[in-house]
């Protein structure tokens, strides 16, 4: 590769020219793409938030010379942090102060990792060796400057708070935070309290502050504000929400300061994962959020004085279990989960002892496509949840036979997946399939994509030949 044009890459990339950067490298032929420029290829796609491109371009370096470059490991770790693998992240991080500790960059990830998840002995011990490595880097991204946060004007405040009372109720007081004094209290966000009435017969805890600030999706460039809501059963009374839920309102906070410093946008089907139990009374270890409103699309919006509209996220804690399960699996299998598992009450409210729905998912199952390269390969509106058998997600053969059924949850989409070569007694065993998305399904075989909207009743088989032939319809 000719050096003028590495440095050409370089100068810019000094500039932020990320795109052009992307462009210019991807025009180039395979082999001409040497270690240096497949490393920038993916620190400009990262940037421009192509975390799984990015991870794609890091696949093609060479394996031994991955192991022992440096660059390599932050590269990868950097993507996967894009994508919320925390904990792949961390091992990245981990690989690079192995080469070498005295590198500042894989403490500062370390650091954004720990912060994200609420990590905070973690967090301080990551960040007391990076402020002796570079005191300075440290401060540029958790500093004081980094720490101040927005706060609402009078009148969106205003229009947030009457939106509150229209569809939540009147608040009656304050969630303070464990060790807090309620009257001292001068954090932006703050937790309103409003009591079960006769529309609504359940507690709910409204976020204030967080929508503040408006964080950005750096894929659409599109700002997003949002505010949470959390349920509590109607038999508590107003001084057990206190004495019992002061975690939430610190969660919610450290959940709204991620949006804030870290302009990490939050929407429905998002999951944090806290890295550690919330609090000594609760065993959950994360949360995914869902859209209030979503099922009421003539109810008004919450609109501030700009014109932009602040979304109410519900957040619904989650234990270790399901978290990993969310992730692997994704958030529309989850609440399947929850919607045959648990009863009304405990998918409604929050609980501090519900069952876990996930209890002894360890994610062990080697799937022949890692989580971290799945693409988003279909818009698909309605329920997405199927079944495939093992012989496709963990052995990788195509789908041999395909039949949509009636669904059984107003989750299941009816398709069901399979090799084709499974007998009797390996679908006997439960163990030998599992509930997914479409569109993961879709990454493993994209030749069902075309199929997809096929009714219920259709069944397909592949021929010698390598194409999908219809039996016929089934009604």
């Not at 370096?61 to 904990?87: C, Q, S």
């Not at 994509?449 to 999908?468: C, H, M, Q, W």
């Amino acid at each position: 590769m000719d050096n003028e044009f590495l440095y050409e890459m370089d100068d810019l990339m000094n500039e932020g020219r990320f795109e052009e950067v992307a462009g210019r490298i991807s025009e180039l032929d395979e082999d001409e793409i040497c270690v240096e420029l497949r490393l920038m290829l993916a620190h400009a796609l990262s940037q421009c938030a192509k975390y799984h491109e990015a991870i794609d371009a890091l696949k093609n370096v060479d394996e031994e010379m991955a192991g022992d470059d440096i660059g390599y490991h932050l590269e990868m770790a950097g993507a996967l942090f894009g994508l919320h693998y925390y904990r792949a992240a961390v091992k990245e991080a981990e690989a690079c102060i192995e080469i070498d500790e005295n590198c500042v960059e894989p403490w500062l990830l370390l650091c954004l990792v720990y912060q994200e998840t609420g990590q905070q002995k973690k967090f301080e011990n990551a960040s007391e060796v990076a402020k002796e490595i570079d005191e300075e880097a440290w401060n540029n991204i958790f500093g004081d400057a980094a720490a101040d946060m927005e706060v609402y004007e009078e009148e969106d405040m205003k229009r947030v708070l009457e939106f509150v009372v229209k569809h939540f109720g009147m608040p009656c007081g304050m969630l303070p935070v464990p060790g807090e004094e309620e009257t001292e209290d001068k954090h932006p966000i703050n937790c309103l309290i409003v009591k079960p009435d006769d529309v609504n017969d359940f507690y709910k805890v409204i976020s204030i502050g967080i929508g503040a600030h408006a964080a950005s999706d750096k894929n659409r460039q599109i700002p997003h504000r949002i505010e949470m809501a959390a349920f509590l059963p109607p038999s508590l009374t107003y001084d057990e929400v206190i004495e019992k839920y002061g975690w939430l309102a610190r969660i919610m906070r450290q959940f709204g300061e991620m949006v804030h410093i870290d302009d990490t946008m939050l929407a429905a089907g998002h999951s944090i994962s806290y890295g550690e139990k919330m609090d000594s009374t609760v065993e959950y270890n994360g949360a995914v959020f869902n859209d209030l409103f979503v099922d009421s699309p003539d109810m008004d919006r919450c609109i501030i004085g700009n014109g932009e509209e602040v979304h109410f996220l519900r957040l619904v804690p989650l234990y270790e279990e399901e978290m990993m399960f969310k992730i692997e699996k994704g958030v529309t299998t989850l609440f399947r989960k929850f919607m045959t598992q648990l009863e009304p009450e405990q998918i409604d409210f929050i609980i501090p002892d519900r069952p876990n729905v996930c209890a002894g998912f360890g994610g062990k199952k080697k799937w022949a496509i890692p989580r971290s390269s799945m693409e988003l390969l279909i818009e698909w509106e309605g329920a997405d949840g199927c079944y495939a058998t093992d012989r496709i997600t963990v052995d990788g053969c195509r789908v041999g036979f395909m039949i949509r059924e009636k669904p059984d949850s107003k989750l299941d989409s009816g398709w069901r997946f399979f090799a084709g070569d499974e007998d009797q007694d390996y679908m006997d065993n439960p163990d030998n399939s599992d509930i997914f998305s479409l569109n993961t399904i879709c990454n493993y075989d994209p030749d069902i994509i075309e199929y997809l909207e096929s009714p219920v009743g259709t069944a397909l088989y592949r021929d010698k030949n390598g194409y999908f032939c219809r039996y016929k319809n089934r009604g």
